[in-house]
C-alpha cells in the first residue's frame, strides 16, 4: 500500500487516486510492525547465494560490496522468511533487546 | 413508401435480395430500409427479410406486417408458410415457381395480383446454381418498380466482383420472362 | 461533400471507429455485436486501420486490455453485447474510477435467461451505475455521430471517463439504411490526436489503479462524480462543435412535436422513430401528443428534461427494461425521483415493453399513449404496465 502523507481535499488527489511518486513504497517503514524477534546471519556459513534479499517480501536485505547482505531494520518485520529459505541455515532469528 | 417482404430458406440469400434492393434504392437518392428477420441463422429454415422504400425519410422499425409485396424465393415455402400474410388487397405475390400462374391460383386458393417466374431454371442456367436471390429481384422490379433495373449494377458489382455480370444476366432474363397477372 | 449511401449500421459504427483513428481495439465476438468488431478486424488486417487489434479470451479481458492500452495513451476502444457486457461489469467501475477515457458500442440485447439474443435495454441498465457517460442512437447516422463524439468527450482533460454508445441490437445494428460517413480531414479537424493527462509511461513513471484506503476513497468517489456531471457541459460543447463541422445538431434531451402537447412520450433508442410515425398520426387525429426521447442517460441531464416536460400534462414512459421489485423499469424510476422535488408535476404513466426483442409497432406507441391519457384523467395509481403480455 502507497503511503499517503497528507489528507488531501477531493479536488486535489490525484487523478484516478494514481500514485505520481515512482517508488515511494520505499517510505513506507514496514519495520514498525516487526515485534520481538528479528534476522541475524552468521557470516562463517553466508555463501552470498542471495536468497534471503530473494526471498524477503519488504526488501529489507541490500548486497553490500563485498558480497554479503545487510539487513534493514527500517523495512524488516520480523517474519522469519530470510531464515527459512537460507540454504545454509545462516540466519538465525532472534530476540530482539527492549 | 412500399414495404416488402421476402420469403426465403436460410442460406438462399432473402437477406441479400432485400440489402441489394435498398442499396440501389438510396444510391438512387430514395430512402430505404432493409433487415432480416433476427435471430439465430440456420440453414435451410424458413426465413423473412424486410425492406421499406420510400421518398421520404423512414421512421419506422417494426417488422412489416402489411406488406405492398411479397416475394418468395423457393416455391417449397408455399406448403409451410402463408406468404400472403397481411399482403395488401391491391399488393403483389412474387414467387419462384415452374407452374404457371392458373397452377399457383389453383394450388393455393390466392386471388390477389400475382407474379410468376421460373428463377430456379434461369438461375441454373446463367449460374449453374440454384440460387435464385437475385434472379428474383428481376422479377421483383418488373413486378413493383421500387428501383430501376440499371440501379442494381453498382450493388451487385460490389457485391459479387467478377461474377456480377452472370447475376445481372439471370436478373435481366427474370425481369424479361416475369408473368404478371392481375 | 460526403452524401448518404446504403450501409449496414454496425459496418458503419465500425467505420466510424476508423475515422476515430484508434491505437487499440480489444474485443470478444458476441451477436449481435459481431458485425463491428468482425469489420475492424478485416480493417486492421487489411492494412486500412493502423491499429492493434487484440482478440481476446472473453470480455472481462477485453475490457481490461482496453483500459491497459487507454492508461499507456493509446486511444482504445471496444464493443459488446448483453452477457458479454456483464461479463464486464467490475471492470466497468475500475475503468472509471480510474479516469480512463475509452469508448465502448454496446449493442443493446437482452440479458439471459431464458437464451435471448434480441434486443431490449436490461444489459446497459444492469451498467447504470458504473460512472460512465452513457448515450443512445435512434438511428444508424446517430450511432456513427455518438461513436465519434464519444471520443471527443472521453478525452476531454475535464471528463476522463468512458464513454458507452448504446445502439439497439438487430433492429438498428444489422439494418441496411442511408448512412452519412464524414471525411477524415473533417474527423481529424474535430477529433485531434489523444492527449493523456496522466499515462504510464517508463520515463515517468506512475502507478494506476493501486490501493485506495478508507482516507481517500470516498474523495476519489467524489472526484469520478463531478466528472461525471461535469461531463455533460463538455458533452454540449462537443456537440456545438460537431454541429460546427457537420451540420448536425444533437441535444441531451431532444423533443419532436412536443409543442402544445399534452402528452409526451419519453423514449430512448431506435424506438424512438417509431414511436415518432406514431404521434404523426395521433397528431393527424388531432390528439395532442408529443415525444422526447433522452440521448444522453448518465449524467441524466436533469434541466435538459424538465424544459422539454414543461407544458406536458402526461408522461407515457416507455422502459425497455426491468427494475425487478420496484417501481418499474429504470428510466420511469428516475424521471419520478426527479419530479419529486417539483410541486407541479405531469402525471407519470409507466410502461415496461419489448423485452426479449418483441416488435414494438405503431400501434403499440399509440397504446401507450392512449392508456396514459386515460389513467391521467383519474389519476390511477400505478407503479407500472407491463405491455403485451398474454394473460390467458
Same mark, same amino acid.
Not at chain 2, 7 to 31: C, K
Not at chain 2, 71 to 78: A, G, I, N, S
Given at each position: 500500500m502507497a503511503k499517503i502523507d497528507a489528507l488531501h481535499p477531493w479536488k486535489e488527489v490525484p487523478l484516478g487516486c494514481a500514485i505520481l511518486e515512482a517508488g515511494n513504497s520505499r517510505q513506507f517503514k514496514t519495520g514498525d510492525w516487526r515485534s520481538k524477534i528479528r534476522p541475524v546471519t552468521d557470516q562463517e556459513k553466508c555463501i552470498k547465494c542471495g536468497m534471503c534479499w530473494i526471498f524477503c517480501p519488504d526488501m529489507a536485505y541490500n548486497q553490500r560490496a563485498d558480497g554479503f547482505y545487510d539487513w534493514n531494520s527500517y523495512y524488516c518485520k520480523g517474519c522469519g522468511i530470510c531464515a527459512r529459505e537460507c540454504p545454509k541455515e545462516a540466519i538465525q532469528m532472534i530476540a530482539e533487546e527492549e | 413508401?412500399?414495404?416488402?417482404?421476402?420469403?426465403?430458406?436460410?442460406?438462399?440469400?432473402?437477406?441479400?435480395?432485400?440489402? +441489394?434492393?435498398?442499396?440501389?434504392?438510396?444510391?438512387?437518392?430514395?430512402?430505404?430500409?432493409?433487415?432480416?428477420?433476427?435471430?439465430?441463422?440456420?440453414?435451410?429454415?424458413?426465413?423473412?427479410?424486410?425492406?421499406?422504400? %420510400?421518398?421520404?425519410?423512414?421512421?419506422?422499425?417494426?417488422?412489416?406486417?402489411?406488406?405492398?409485396?411479397?416475394?418468395?424465393?423457393?416455391?417449397?415455402?408455399?406448403?409451410?408458410?402463408?406468404? %400472403? %400474410?397481411?399482403?395488401?388487397?391491391?399488393?403483389? +405475390?412474387?414467387?419462384?415457381?415452374?407452374?404457371t400462374w392458373e397452377q399457383i391460383r389453383k394450388d393455393y386458393g390466392f386471388k390477389g395480383r400475382l407474379a410468376v417466374v421460373d428463377a430456379d431454371r434461369i438461375a441454373m442456367e446463367e449460374m449453374k446454381v440454384p440460387i435464385t436471390n437475385t434472379t428474383m429481384l428481376g422479377a421483383l422490379i418488373r413486378a413493383a418498380g421500387i428501383t430501376r433495373l440499371e440501379s442494381m449494377d453498382r450493388p451487385l458489382d460490389a457485391r459479387f466482383g467478377k461474377i456480377a455480370e452472370r447475376n445481372k444476366k439471370a436478373m435481366q432474363r427474370a425481369f424479361d420472362e416475369t408473368i404478371i397477372k392481375e | 461533400m460526403p452524401i448518404q449511401k446504403g450501409m449496414e449500421v454496425s459496418i458503419a459504427v465500425s467505420e466510424a471507429v476508423k475515422l476515430a483513428n484508434v491505437d487499440v481495439i480489444s474485443a470478444y465476438p458476441i451477436t449481435p455485436q459481431t458485425h463491428i468488431v468482425e469489420h475492424l478486424s478485416e480493417l486492421v488486417a487489411d492494412g486500412e486501420l493502423k491499429a492493434a487489434f487484440i482478440p481476446v479470451e472473453s470480455e472481462h479481458s477485453a475490457l481490461s486490455a482496453a483500459v491497459g492500452a487507454a492508461a499507456v495513451g493509446a486511444r482504445a476502444y471496444t464493443a459488446t453485447s448483453s452477457q458479454g457486457l456483464a461479463l464486464m461489469h467490475e471492470i466497468m467501475f475500475v475503468a472509471s474510477s480510474m479516469r480512463i477515457p475509452l469508448v465502448m458500442t454496446v449493442v443493446n440485447r437482452a440479458l439471459s435467461a431464458p437464451i435471448n439474443i434480441w434486443n431490449d435495454l436490461s444489459d446497459i441498465m444492469a451498467q447504470r451505475d458504473c460512472g460512465w457517460v452513457q448515450l443512445f442512437a435512434i438511428n444508424g447516422q446517430e450511432a456513427v455521430d455518438l461513436t465519434l463524439q464519444a471520443f471527443k468527450i472521453a478525452e476531454d482533460p475535464r471528463v476522463l471517463l468512458p464513454v458507452a454508445v448504446n445502439l439497439d441490437g438487430f433492429v438498428l445494428s444489422h439494418v441496411i439504411e442511408p448512412i452519412e460517413l464524414p471525411d477524415q480531414e473533417a474527423v481529424d479537424r474535430f477529433l485531434p490526436v489523444f492527449k493523456p493527462t496522466l499515462r504510464l509511461d517508463p520515463d515517468q513513471p506512475v502507478s494506476m489503479g493501486a490501493f485506495g484506503s478508507p482516507e481517500v476513497f470516498i474523495e476519489v468517489k467524489k472526484q469520478v462524480e463531478e466528472a461525471l456531471i461535469g461531463s455533460q457541459k463538455v458533452a454540449a460543447e462537443v456537440w456545438k462543435d460537431f454541429g460546427d463541422i457537420f451540420g448536425r445538431t444533437y441535444k441531451p434531451v431532444e423533443s419532436y412535436k412536443a409543442k402544445g402537447a399534452e402528452i409526451l412520450l419519453v423514449t430512448m433508442g431506435s424506438i424512438t422513430e417509431t414511436a415518432m410515425t406514431a404521434v404523426d398520426s395521433m397528431r393527424e387525429k388531432g390528439r395532442k401528443v408529443g415525444l422526447i426521447h433522452i440521448r444522453l442517460w448518465r449524467p441524466f441531464p436533469f434541466k435538459e428534461f424538465f424544459q422539454a416536460i414543461r407544458e406536458a400534462k402526461c408522461l407515457a414512459v416507455v422502459d425497455r427494461a426491468l427494475v425487478p421489485g420496484g417501481v418499474g423499469g429504470p428510466v420511469g424510476l428516475e424521471i419520478k425521483s426527479a419530479l419529486f422535488e417539483k410541486k407541479e408535476r405531469p402525471y407519470v404513466a409507466e410502461f415496461v415493453a419489448g423485452l426479449g426483442g418483441r416488435d414494438l409497432t405503431v400501434e403499440v406507441f399509440a397504446e401507450m399513449a392512449a392508456k396514459a391519457e386515460r389513467y391521467a384523467k383519474t389519476q390511477k395509481e400505478m407503479r407500472y404496465e407491463m405491455i403485451g403480455v398474454r394473460e390467458k
Open positions: - | 413508401m412500399t414495404e416488402v417482404r421476402f420469403h426465403g430458406r436460410g442460406g438462399q440469400g432473402a437477406v441479400t435480395s432485400a440489402e +441489394l434492393i435498398a442499396l440501389a434504392a438510396i444510391d438512387e437518392g430514395q430512402f430505404a430500409q432493409a433487415f432480416p428477420s433476427f435471430g439465430p441463422e440456420r440453414r435451410g429454415a424458413p426465413v423473412v427479410a424486410f425492406l421499406r422504400v %420510400s421518398k421520404d425519410q423512414i421512421r419506422i422499425r417494426s417488422k412489416v406486417y402489411q406488406p405492398d409485396i411479397v416475394v418468395v424465393l423457393d416455391p417449397t415455402l408455399m406448403d409451410i408458410v402463408d406468404v %400472403s %400474410s397481411g399482403l395488401k388487397p391491391k399488393g403483389i +405475390l412474387v414467387i419462384n415457381t415452374a407452374k | -
